[in-house]
């Protein structure tokens, strides 16, 4: 896997959610969000897939809403 650093430095290879995403796999995608504060996570596992915060597919949410990405 490349590495693929977001516009804020974040290297998403090293990303948990990124992780699990490119994995394609459902129990570790749920592992990742087991361990998301409850507080902050959303509702299901689904609601983490990450494919990076440049890629056209789907990002985490506080990814979604970046200054720092929008602005590219």
């Given at each position: 896997?490349?590495?693929?650093?977001?516009?804020?430095g974040?290297?998403?290879?090293?990303?948990?959610?990124?992780?699990?995403?490119?994995?394609?796999?459902?129990?570790?995608l749920r592992k990742v969000w087991e361990?998301?504060?409850?507080?902050t996570r959303p509702s299901a596992p689904e609601g983490i897939r990450c494919l990076g915060c440049?890629?056209?597919g789907p990002r985490l949410p506080f990814c979604e809403d970046c200054a720092l990405r929008r602005a590219l």
């Open positions: 896997m490349r590495p693929s650093l977001a516009p804020c974040f290297d998403c290879s090293e990303c948990p959610a990124y992780l699990a995403t490119v994995s394609e796999n459902p129990d570790e361990r998301w504060d409850p507080a440049l890629s056209d």
